[in-house]
């Protein structure tokens, strides 16, 4: 059976995307670290994993139902911190504010999918929206949080699929959901 690697995702606007690329040119990061490609920054959503080809109309469908009844969405970062830790640092992340709007997205998209019996990756934490600046391999890192205060309005998700190739994962929108 075919499956696609599937996630819900916000873009970000290029001049962001420009802005944090710049500052990233600032921080001391590991030397073996691995950049996110500047196309490929987003705010997961909700990852869903592999997913049956099957199951995509009915997950376009949920995605509209929610999404028609979903206002703007208004997202502020706030620093920039290794995650998960500073004694197991793998990644470096921008980190937004909690936001309701997106946390209640989130809970319907899973009610929802679940209620139709999608078979999706489900995930038992706390949502912490961020974004993945880097990787690299985990080490102990004595990081310092950097401020780093940016503010965008989003009136969009999308439906991504994500290919695994070398040297690093292609993302491509499947389907653009307009927020009310």
């Known amino acids: 059976m075919e499956t696609l690697r599937l996630f819900f995702a916000i873009n970000l606007p290029d001049s962001l995307k420009d802005k944090i690329e710049r500052k990233l040119k600032e921080i001391a990061l590991p030397i073996n670290v691995k950049y996110t490609p500047k196309d490929n920054l987003h705010l997961t959503v909700l990852f869903l994993g592999n997913i049956l080809m ?32 500073n004694n197991y640092a ?10 309701e709007i997106l946390e209640n997205v989130k809970q319907k998209l899973e009610r929802l999918l679940s209620n139709s019996g999608i078979n999706f990756q489900k995930e038992n934490r706390e949502m912490k929206p961020h974004i993945t600046l880097a990787r690299f391999e985990p080490t102990h890192l004595e990081f310092k949080n950097v401020k780093f205060p940016l503010h965008f309005k989003t009136n969009e998700i999308f439906l991504m699929e994500s290919r695994l190739q070398k040297p690093h994962a292609v993302y491509v929108p499947l389907k653009r959901f307009l927020l009310k």
Do not use: C
Request: net charge negative; no cysteine; proline share 10%.
């Open 54 to 85: 099957e199951d995509v109309p009915q997950i376009l469908k949920i995605g509209d139902e929610i999404f028609n009844q979903t206002p703007p969405l208004d997202l502020y970062a706030t620093h920039i911190s290794v995650a998960p830790n």
């Open 90 to 99: 793998r990644m470096i992340w921008l980190n937004f504010e909690k936001n």
